[in-house]
């Protein structure tokens, strides 16, 4: 059952991503992306991380796809089609390969592989005291980062105007 | 012989529609019998014996299909929907000294909401030329799935719940975040432009509103100390949480009116400029779909959770059952949401926009952090 | 856990279930006589002209990314706010101190938006 839905998955978020990337009218685009960040909260919660799931829709599905789908929604179609492709496909399918046996291979040497996982799982409760305490330096930057993203796009909206 | 071709042509309909139900008919079976559950028995003797039927009944109330289908789940709802929809025309009539719905059903037209489904199922399905049809057939449906969803995490009761989940304030607002991807879907897809002005403007409300939303949700969520529906309702019988955080209440009933886009938040459907927003274009039962159900669902889901997180849910005195508490609740809870729309104008949308970041976010940002040195503290409800 | 999600999941596909006859039982059983006037984009009055599609409403893209990032900052706060007190006073202060860095943009965003020159 388990692997049924981890196949069926799969072939949701793959399928999609590949749509997201080859779909003739960006806003079926944009779409099928939304529907490749389902897939991945489907993931997260087949591993029992309804948390992380439910961070997952609300925050990439209901924050960043809509942002792309509006911002392809204004875009002409015509400033789309003149990218020239070619070189850069082939280029890009290198780069994809080589980045993704390098991956592979740094999962495989890793520890992952014979980990022994516990059959309890970790209530998401234990989330919020994990980020206060010993990761709070990183909870802070996170909001700098945010903060400064926000006031860049201001300035720059700023500066079309003027 | 205009007639008599008609007549075969309507026949001939019929007959594809009783095809179609067919061979629908054992697909929806065996998901039916999958849902009944392994233990459920099924025996032809159940349905006839009519000593057992009562047992039978109450057995199959007790199952995962009832629920989904009946009782907290699908009719329930669009029954809640169709009753919260005539009496928001009534009410409104008679706010603006009219009759409103008069004629079917004799008393007060309470068969109203049947003679318009009846009249929206029987209507042409006019799709303009231009539209994108794919996106253009998606969108209401996704709207009407999308609502429904939400319902499945609401409990009624303790009893009465499809989905128990220990995330279920997240699971709301994590289908609420979808809402926007849908009107942007039908905007987009209609290739006009009084539906493309509504839909950027649904979304940018839509977006605006939600941090607040979220936040108001979050101070009950912290009294409670847990994400639990059930459980922020049963800590509540002692005291309901909109005593505790009075201005979070009324920061989640404002963002609702606003999520819900009613008057005075109705920007995305302002008639006199925008003619129906991005439901211009829509017409027939597609209309029907959005506008008569999944708007009424999220009303239902809304007013339902205000009622859970800030009236004490299904908790009331016990000489009546604790379903009827909550229906009542949720039910003058969504009359509140209604009423607005008789008395307010609308407002401007750099003002929409603006007041939602400058006033509501901080608002509720304050009573959280209020509501977190009051735990803090030492009090507990538990 | 799981069956949780896989329940609303059910409801959800009801819910489809039931109104996918919704969009077909028209197609099947109402009278069809597309004309021009009915097929093209609605007008008040006038015939249609020019794209159906533009770009504009850009002015308020800021707000949009706020949201994204105030949404971030809303889920942390979810997980804040379940472990209220096991994390104590001093998580409350690195919680104030995350709105607080937050609320920069926002006054930054609302001042520019103040401007009506700007948009």
Same mark, same amino acid.
């Given at each position: 059952?388990?692997?049924f839905v981890?196949?069926?998955?799969?072939i949701i978020t793959?399928?999609?991503?590949?749509?997201?990337?080859?779909?003739?009218?960006?806003?079926?685009?944009?779409?099928?992306?939304?529907?490749?960040?389902?897939?991945i909260?489907?993931?997260f919660?087949l591993?029992?991380a309804?948390?992380l799931?439910?961070?997952?829709?609300t925050?990439?599905?209901?924050a960043?796809?809509v942002?792309i789908?509006?911002?392809?929604?204004?875009?002409?179609?015509?400033?789309?089609?003149?990218?020239?492709?070619?070189?850069?496909?082939t280029?890009?399918?290198?780069?994809?390969?080589?980045?993704?046996?390098g991956?592979?291979?740094?999962?495989?040497?890793?520890?992952?592989?014979?980990?022994?996982?516990t059959?309890?799982?970790?209530p998401?409760t234990?989330?919020?005291?994990?980020?206060?305490?010993?990761?709070?330096?990183?909870?802070?930057?996170?909001?700098?980062?945010?903060?400064s993203?926000v006031?860049?796009a201001?300035?720059?909206?700023?500066?079309?105007?003027? | 012989?205009?007639?008599?071709?008609?007549l075969?042509?309507?026949?001939?309909?019929?007959a594809?529609?009783?095809?179609?139900?067919?061979?629908?008919?054992?697909?929806?079976l065996?998901?039916a019998?999958?849902?009944?559950?392994?233990?459920?028995p099924?025996?032809?003797s159940m349905l006839?014996?009519p000593?057992?039927?009562?047992?039978?009944?109450?057995?199959l109330?007790?199952?995962?299909?009832?629920r989904?289908t009946?009782?907290?789940?699908?009719?329930?709802?669009?029954?809640?929907?169709?009753?919260?929809?005539?009496?928001?025309?009534?009410?409104?009539?008679?706010?603006?000294?009219?009759?409103?719905?008069?004629?079917?059903g004799?008393?007060?037209?309470?068969?109203?909401?049947?003679?318009?489904?009846?009249?929206?199922?029987?209507?042409?399905?006019?799709?303009?030329?231009?539209?994108?049809r794919?996106?253009?057939?998606?969108?209401?449906?996704?709207?009407?799935?999308?609502?429904?969803a939400?319902?499945?995490?609401?409990p009624?009761?303790d009893?009465?719940?499809?989905?128990?989940?220990d995330?279920?304030?997240?699971?709301?607002?994590?289908?609420?975040?979808?809402?926007?991807?849908?009107?942007?879907?039908?905007?987009?897809?209609?290739?006009?432009?009084?539906?493309?002005?509504?839909?950027?403007?649904?979304?940018?409300?839509?977006?605006?509103?939600?941090?607040?939303?979220?936040?108001?949700a979050?101070?009950?969520?912290?009294?409670?100390?847990?994400?639990?529906?059930?459980?922020?309702?049963?800590v509540?019988?002692?005291?309901?949480f909109? *005593? @505790?955080?009075?201005? &979070?209440?009324?920061?989640? %009933?404002?963002? #609702? +009116?606003?999520?819900?886009?009613?008057?005075?938040?109705?920007?995305?459907?302002?008639?006199?400029e925008?003619?129906?927003?991005?439901?211009?274009?829509?017409?027939?039962?597609?209309?029907?779909?959005?506008l008569?159900?999944?708007?009424?669902?999220?009303l239902?889901?809304?007013?339902?959770?205000?009622?859970?997180?800030?009236?004490?849910?299904?908790?009331?005195?016990?000489?009546?059952?604790?379903?009827?508490?909550?229906?009542?609740?949720?039910f003058?809870?969504?009359?509140?949401?209604?009423?607005?729309?008789g008395?307010?104008?609308?407002?401007?949308?750099? *003002? @929409?926009?603006?007041q &939602?970041?400058?006033?509501? %976010?901080?608002? #509720? +940002?304050?009573?959280l952090?209020?509501?977190?040195?009051?735990?803090?503290?030492g009090?507990?409800?538990? | 856990?799981?069956?949780?999600?896989?329940?609303?999941?059910?409801t959800?596909?009801?819910?489809?279930a039931?109104?996918?006859?919704?969009?077909?039982?028209?197609?099947?059983?109402?009278p069809?006589?597309?004309?021009?006037p009915?097929?093209?984009?609605?007008?008040?009055?006038?015939?249609?002209?020019?794209?159906?599609?533009?770009?504009?409403?850009?002015q308020?893209?800021?707000?949009?990314?706020?949201?994204?990032?105030f949404?971030?900052?809303?889920?942390f706060l979810?997980?804040?706010?379940l472990?209220?007190?096991?994390?104590?006073?001093?998580?409350?202060?690195?919680?104030?101190?995350?709105i607080?860095?937050?609320?920069?943009?926002?006054g930054?965003?609302?001042?520019?938006?103040?401007?009506?020159?700007i948009?």
């Amino acid at each position: 059952m388990v692997d049924f839905v981890f196949a069926a998955l799969a072939i949701i978020t793959i399928v999609s991503a590949i749509l997201a990337l080859e779909a003739k009218e960006v806003v079926y685009g944009a779409v099928a992306l939304a529907l490749s960040f389902v897939g991945i909260a489907g993931f997260f919660a087949l591993l029992d991380a309804v948390f992380l799931a439910m961070f997952q829709l609300t925050v990439y599905v209901g924050a960043i796809a809509v942002l792309i789908l509006f911002t392809v929604m204004l875009v002409r179609r015509e400033q789309w089609l003149k990218i020239k492709e070619g070189v850069y496909r082939t280029a890009g399918v290198v780069a994809a390969v080589i980045i993704a046996l390098g991956l592979g291979y740094l999962v495989y040497a890793s520890a992952f592989t014979h980990a022994t996982p516990t059959l309890e799982q970790a209530p998401f409760t234990l989330l919020g005291p994990l980020i206060l305490s010993d990761y709070w330096a990183a909870l802070v930057a996170l909001s700098l980062v945010l903060a400064s993203a926000v006031i860049g796009a201001v300035v720059l909206a700023k500066l079309e105007r003027d | 012989m205009a007639l008599i071709r008609n007549l075969l042509e309507f026949l001939i309909r019929i007959a594809i529609l009783v095809v179609i139900i067919i061979i629908l008919i054992p697909i929806l079976l065996l998901a039916a019998y999958h849902l009944l559950g392994p233990t459920f028995p099924i025996e032809p003797s159940m349905l006839l014996d009519p000593s057992e039927t009562l047992a039978f009944t109450l057995k199959l109330m007790d199952t995962d299909l009832f629920r989904i289908t009946v009782f907290p789940g699908f009719t329930f709802v669009a029954l809640y929907a169709a009753i919260a929809g005539l009496w928001e025309r009534k009410l409104l009539a008679k706010m603006q000294l009219r009759v409103g719905p008069l004629y079917a059903g004799r008393f007060e037209g309470i068969l109203q909401p049947i003679a318009d489904v009846l009249k929206l199922l029987s209507k042409e399905l006019v799709i303009p030329k231009v539209v994108d049809r794919f996106f253009y057939i998606l969108a209401p449906l996704l709207t009407v799935i999308i609502a429904t969803a939400a319902v499945a995490v609401i409990p009624v009761t303790d009893k009465w719940v499809i989905a128990r989940s220990d995330v279920g304030v997240l699971v709301i607002f994590a289908v609420l975040g979808f809402f926007p991807i849908t009107a942007l879907m039908a905007a987009w897809s209609s290739n006009s432009r009084y539906p493309l002005l509504g839909g950027l403007r649904a979304l940018h409300q839509m977006v605006s509103y939600e941090i607040p939303l979220i936040l108001s949700a979050l101070a009950p969520v912290v009294y409670a100390g847990s994400l639990n529906l059930i459980d922020i309702v049963r800590v509540q019988s002692s005291v309901w949480f909109i *005593l @505790l955080a009075p201005v &979070s209440a009324i920061v989640f %009933l404002v963002c #609702a +009116l606003a999520e819900l886009e009613r008057i005075p938040f109705d920007l995305p459907e302002a008639e006199p400029e925008l003619v129906s927003g991005w439901l211009t274009e829509y017409g027939g039962m597609n209309f029907g779909l959005i506008l008569g159900i999944a708007v009424y669902i999220k009303l239902y889901v809304l007013s339902a959770l205000f009622t859970l997180l800030f009236l004490g849910g299904w908790l009331g005195p016990a000489f009546l059952p604790p379903e009827f508490w909550f229906i009542l609740k949720s039910f003058i809870v969504t009359t509140l949401l209604l009423i607005p729309r008789g008395v307010f104008p609308r407002l401007r949308i750099d *003002l @929409l926009l603006k007041q &939602s970041w400058a006033r509501y %976010l901080i608002l #509720a +940002l304050l009573n959280l952090l209020v509501a977190a040195l009051v735990v803090l503290s030492g009090f507990s409800l538990r | 856990m799981g069956s949780d999600l896989l329940l609303i999941l059910f409801t959800a596909a009801f819910a489809a279930a039931a109104s996918v006859p919704m969009i077909i039982i028209p197609l099947i059983i109402s009278p069809k006589k597309p004309t021009k006037p009915k097929e093209m984009q609605y007008e008040c009055g006038q015939i249609p002209s020019g794209a159906g599609k533009m770009s504009l409403m850009m002015q308020y893209y800021a707000y949009l990314l706020m949201f994204v990032a105030f949404d971030v900052m809303s889920m942390f706060l979810f997980a804040w706010g379940l472990s209220i007190q096991t994390v104590g006073l001093n998580g409350f202060f690195v919680v104030v101190l995350f709105i607080g860095l937050l609320l920069v943009p926002l006054g930054f965003t609302l001042y520019h938006a103040g401007r009506r020159e700007i948009w």
